[in-house]
């Protein structure tokens, strides 16, 4: 047995509460280190070279005046913005600069639709986990802690039982009485009788001034001296402990016991991590689920986004299939019917151009002979007659052509324009078109690649296609001035191009539409165009599935390009 004579620094404790004879205490706060009090910090005192807070340096101006070099209260510096153009930044954040936009008006990208779901998911799982984990770490926290918590106490109240029975029989050696308990790994046991404290171990330490150990609380040493048995959770040597005091009155003695927790605690953290990982798991099975359950959810969505794109091509007949979702058949009932409403719209628009187109051509025809009757006595005529009939002649010529147009594009709204495909060497249909229409007065340049380039088309509409960008290069910018055949991978390409005023960008689209004139329709006055010459070259290349665009040709003017889809390459003989 020896008696404590080293002091070893231990956290103090949260105060002690009472445990009775045979009654566990009620659980108490964890204890920690206790450090100094913070010194109180000491008014301020201004320095040497300023003024106090009441008094005013005699080089500046009070409250009340004004320096001659600042602006007054209603007037306002040439280098400081009015109130009224003040910039709303936000606090901590760099002035904007004129001409840019600052980051907190900037539009940020929102998500789509399957990853708002599936955060929404894993938000939820997340919250759901962490309220379980926390739940159940605190039942389990609060369970093993009052159950360590009265097991410390029976223990503790047994060995006093011991040890004031053998305090009794040993003549009141409290050494040998003390030396016969079996301290079980962790415990640590004192007594304390006649202002001297006794323990098998020397480790703990004392405290200076009274000579007790610093594991004990001063407040839980008291409280068991006055003859009331208490318990606290303390921080022994680093270490989280729980010390039980019992008083011995019988033998004039105070028996304690300071048993390590940190079995518990290590317990305690294995759940806290063990928890963590199910939480971060159940996380990510939210996410997945989420992403899954979007998946199912946008599903409906592709097929009315895959139907929607076939009847912007132009496949009028597509239509959603029926489903038994009874959230989706109204979507699916209302959507087919909105595009059998347009279809019929769209066939009636059709009918009605077909059908004003063929009761044109009668009357037309019959204007056309007559315009041909006088064009025969033509000699006889006076001079004013002459120029009449010549803008009758042209104008009937303008109108013919436009009924033809009508008449063609008709067609394709209807869906009753039919292809009458063949193979066909494509350069060679360029080069015999173009000589044809300008009588070798527009060159026509074939690249070595373009040589031997077979077509799957219609060789009229193609025809057509060449015709009409010639026509439009001769009526607003004076005529062709080259035309190029070339292939590039799978495309065979032909591209038409005019030293006219070109193209703006903006009408780069539209100048494909249907009687679309523009902002260039004041400079085109003298042009005898029917207005559908560009329509019917994109419905002519669309119908084989090719791409036509126009852009800037360098130098100046416009180059009308053509893409069309290879259908075989025949290399001549020798190449």
């Known amino acids: 047995m020896t008696r404590l004579s080293a002091a070893a620094p231990v956290a103090a404790s949260a105060p002690a509460t009472s445990a009775p004879p045979g009654q566990s205490p009620g659980p108490s706060f964890d204890g920690g280190a206790i450090g100094s009090p913070r010194p109180e910090a000491a008014p ?66 929102r998500l789509g639709l399957r990853s708002r779901v599936a955060l929404a998911f894993a938000a939820g799982a997340a919250v759901l986990s962490a309220a379980l984990s926390l739940t159940t770490f605190g039942l389990v926290h609060h369970y093993l802690l009052g159950e360590r918590q009265t097991t410390a106490i029976h223990e503790t109240y047994a060995h006093a039982r011991v040890l004031k029975r053998d305090l009794a029989y040993a003549g009141g050696n409290l050494g040998e009485a003390l030396s016969s308990l079996i301290d079980a790994q962790g415990t640590v046991t004192l007594a304390y009788r006649q202002g001297e404290w006794y323990s098998a171990s020397v480790s703990l330490g004392e405290s200076l001034e009274t000579s007790r150990p610093a594991s004990l609380p001063a407040a839980l040493v008291k409280m068991v001296s ?66 899954w359950a979007s998946g199912r959810l946008v599903r409906p969505l592709h097929s009315i986004a895959d139907v929607a794109a076939a009847i912007a091509g132009g496949s009028m007949d597509q239509r959603l299939t029926p489903s038994d979702d009874p959230d989706l058949s109204v979507l699916v009932a209302s959507f087919n019917e909105m595009v059998a409403a347009l279809e019929e719209r769209i066939k009636r628009d059709a009918r009605f151009a077909s059908d004003v187109s063929h009761e044109l051509r009668s009357p037309l025809t019959t204007v056309q002979a007559t315009v041909e009757l006088l064009e025969s006595s033509r000699a006889s005529l006076p001079q004013d007659s002459r120029r009449a009939l010549d803008l009758l002649s042209a104008e009937i010529g303008r109108f013919s052509e436009m009924v033809q147009d009508l008449l063609e594009i008709s067609r394709f709204d209807a869906g009753a324009a039919h292809l009458d495909l063949e193979e066909i060497p494509f350069d060679d249909l ?17 690249t070595p690649q373009a040589h031997g380039t077979w077509l799957l088309g219609d060789r009229r509409r193609l025809q057509r296609v060449l015709v009409n960008l010639l026509d439009n290069a001769k009526a607003h910018a004076g005529g062709a001035v080259d035309v190029r055949v070339d292939r590039r991978g799978n495309e065979a390409e032909v591209t038409v191009e005019d030293f006219g005023p070109g193209v703006h960008p903006s009408e780069r689209v539209d100048i494909f539409q249907r009687f679309y004139r523009g902002a260039a329709a004041g400079r085109r006055s003298g042009s005898t165009g029917t207005g559908l010459g560009l329509a019917l070259v994109a419905e002519h290349v669309k119908a084989h599935h090719g791409k036509v665009d126009v852009t800037d040709r360098p130098g100046g003017g416009a180059r009308f390009v053509v893409r069309l889809p290879i259908v075989s390459v025949a290399w001549p003989d020798g190449a």
């Open 44 to 109: 301020s005192q201004p320095r040497p070279n300023q003024a106090a807070p009441d008094q005013a340096r005699p080089d500046q101006p009070g409250p009340d005046q004004a320096r001659p070099d600042q602006p007054g209260p209603d007037q306002a510096r040439p280098d400081q913005p009015r109130p009224s153009q003040a910039r709303s930044d936000p606090p901590g954040a760099e002035p904007s600069r004129p001409g840019r936009v600052a980051w907190w008006h900037r539009p940020r990208p």
């Open 226 to 291: 006055d003859g009331t048995p208490a318990s606290q959770r303390v921080m022994a040597q680093g270490q989280p402990a729980i010390v039980v005091g019992v008083p011995l009155e019988s033998v004039h003695a105070d028996y304690f016991e300071i048993q390590s927790l940190s079995d518990l605690n290590n317990t305690l953290t294995l759940l806290a991590l063990v928890l963590l990982c199910c939480s971060v798991a159940t996380t990510v099975g939210g996410l997945l689920v989420g992403r």
């Open 430 to 446: 360029v080069v015999n078109t173009v000589a044809a229409y300008s009588h070798g007065m527009v060159p026509v340049t074939v």
